[in-house]
């Protein structure tokens, strides 16, 4: 499902969401994966957009059937995430 | 506690503030080519009605109808409301852009009788924008610092409006009590300093930390902006017209402003976490860097320590040129790509390749860009500060020739609003690159 993430990318930055820091947990329970992220912004106008393309991603998956993506402002995101452990959003979940 | 995001559809169709950035960039070319073609009006005294049609072109044809485009795209990202009316920022569009042509027009012809109709249409323009935005800003759960710049400049748009119309009318029945020159300059002040000013520091705090990957700021920095344009902006402006001990004071409110703008300008260059500037952030940085001399020339004239049209000339080249112009210019290089690419991939992304926003971008015309607008303000202000009509011209064809490499890096962007290419990007393990 990382793996997955890292190829949905921030369109201006050129970065996945994986490198910023956006993705705050991921719940995996049997074929249900749930996403927890934010944006860098909270007006960000592709808002829409990007939790279709993480649906889109992790449905690829092989093995994954139902995907649910919220959406999270708290914590903000800050450029201090940018780089952190993909795997303490798993930790964080389980 | 998951939070509930801002609602789908807030921001307006790419169309509407691709409109405004379109005609503002042809402003800008104009302004650019009449600079040139205006040399040697330019090496002598700076009110004449032809400079005045230069002026308003910049001012109004580049700078306003680039940040009323501009708002309209921000307003709903920054602020999370949707546009009032998406209908009447068309109408107001036309409007604009009809009532500049026919004041620019004018003023170039010296026809004070027929400016009446088009400065009534330009004002009749920016005051439905006044009105679309302030309603789109009604209800907000926050006035941030960002909201609180964007209303300020709404009142200064509005009183910048009220001086240009008593101006424009005094030329014909000669109402306005005391001199003229100091009317002048206030409406000059107002429109910089009242309008534009507050919004490129608004828009700064809230866009800059997003695209150079820096921490929001903060602190006595933001106060100084709000207090000192909110208070030095009217001192100033009386100071002119009617109060002369309000000047310094005012003087100094502004430059307290900017300092707190250019104090958050560095610290966030400082802390990015980005880690190459593309020539949009260039563009602003430098724009940012060049407040600095134009804030020294307009503290000379407060302390009458500078006189005269010549150093008039530069200070306006270095603030409106410099600043105002080359940050101006930055945002676009930020905002088409993006509008574009929304329009034209956005709904593509997830299912089909698709470029990233700096794929859409061309590097070298954007560079050129930057060397030509930057070169050009520097020689036209050391051009204007000689007086010297030659070099006047040259300076002006370096500027055009900037201006027209930035209206070229643009179209390269917007050929793919005709023609989508797969980007290169997506070629990933899922297919899913944005």
Redesign the interface.
């Known amino acids: 499902v990382i793996?997955?993430l890292?190829?949905?990318?921030?369109?201006?930055?050129?970065m996945s969401l994986i490198e910023l820091g956006l993705v705050y947990a991921i719940d995996i329970t049997e074929g249900t994966v749930r996403v927890?992220m934010t944006?860098?912004?909270?007006?960000?106008?592709?808002?829409?957009?990007?939790l279709?393309?993480v649906?889109?991603?992790v449905g690829?998956?092989p093995g994954v059937g139902e995907v649910d993506v919220?959406?999270?402002?708290?914590p903000p995101w800050?450029?201090?995430r940018?780089g952190a452990d993909p795997a303490a959003a798993i930790a964080r979940s389980s | 506690m998951l939070a509930r995001g801002p609602r789908g559809g807030l921001t307006p169709p790419p169309t509407l503030p691709l409109r405004y950035m379109l005609a503002a960039v042809g402003g800008l070319i104009l302004a650019s080519l009449g600079t040139a073609w205006l040399a040697p009006d330019l090496a002598g005294h700076y009110y004449q009605p032809r400079l005045v049609a230069l002026t308003h072109t910049v001012t109004l044809g580049w700078a306003t109808l680039t940040i009323a485009g501009a708002t309209y795209q921000l307003v709903p990202v920054v602020l999370e409301r949707p546009i009032w009316s998406e209908r009447l920022a068309r109408w107001i569009w036309g409007a604009l852009v009809t009532g500049i042509v026919g004041m620019v027009g004018h003023f170039y012809l010296g026809s004070w009788a027929g400016l009446v109709w088009a400065a009534g249409l330009t004002a009749l323009g920016g005051a439905l924008h006044i009105l679309n935005v302030a309603l789109s800003m009604r209800g907000l759960p926050a006035w941030t610092f960002t909201a609180r710049m964007i209303a300020l400049a709404l009142v200064g748009l509005g009183l910048t409006i009220l001086f240009g119309l008593s101006l424009a009318l005094d030329r014909i029945w000669k109402f306005l009590p005391g001199e003229f020159f100091p009317t002048l300059h206030a409406h000059f002040h107002l429109a910089l300093l009242g309008w534009i000013s507050p919004m490129v520091m608004g828009v700064a705090a809230r866009v800059y930390p997003m695209f150079l990957l820096a921490p929001d700021p903060g602190g006595w920095p933001g106060a100084l902006q709000i207090w000192g344009l909110g208070l030095g902006v009217p001192a100033l402006a009386l100071g002119l017209t009617a109060f002369p001990p309000l000047l310094l004071p005012g003087a100094a409110g502004i430059l307290a402003a900017l300092g707190g703008h250019l104090r958050w300008v560095s610290a966030m260059a400082a802390d990015r976490r980005r880690p190459k500037l593309d020539w949009g952030l260039r563009f602003v940085l430098t724009g940012t860097g060049l407040a600095l001399p134009a804030a020294g020339l307009g503290a000379g004239f407060a302390l009458d320590l500078a006189a005269g049209p010549r150093l008039a000339l530069a200070y306006a080249v270095l603030a409106l040129g410099g600043w105002v112009s080359l940050t101006i210019a930055g945002m676009l290089l930020k905002i088409v790509p993006f509008l574009v690419w929304y329009r034209a991939y956005g709904p593509r992304a997830g299912r089909a390749p698709v470029p990233t926003l700096a794929e859409l971008s061309d590097p070298a015309l954007e560079a050129a860009a930057y060397a030509f607008l930057t070169a050009g303000v520097a020689a036209l202000a050391t051009a204007v500060t000689v007086g010297e009509a030659v070099w006047i011209r040259v300076a002006a064809i370096v500027l055009a020739a900037g201006a027209v490499a930035l209206a070229l890096a643009l179209s390269r962007v917007l050929r793919h609003l005709a023609t989508p290419r797969p980007g290169r990007a997506a070629a990933t393990p899922a297919g899913a690159s944005a």
């Open positions: 793996e997955a890292r190829t949905v990318l921030d369109p201006e930055l050129g927890t944006l860098t912004a909270a007006g960000c106008p592709i808002h829409d957009a990007m279709e393309w649906r889109g991603a690829r998956v919220r959406l999270t402002f708290e800050t450029p201090d940018i």
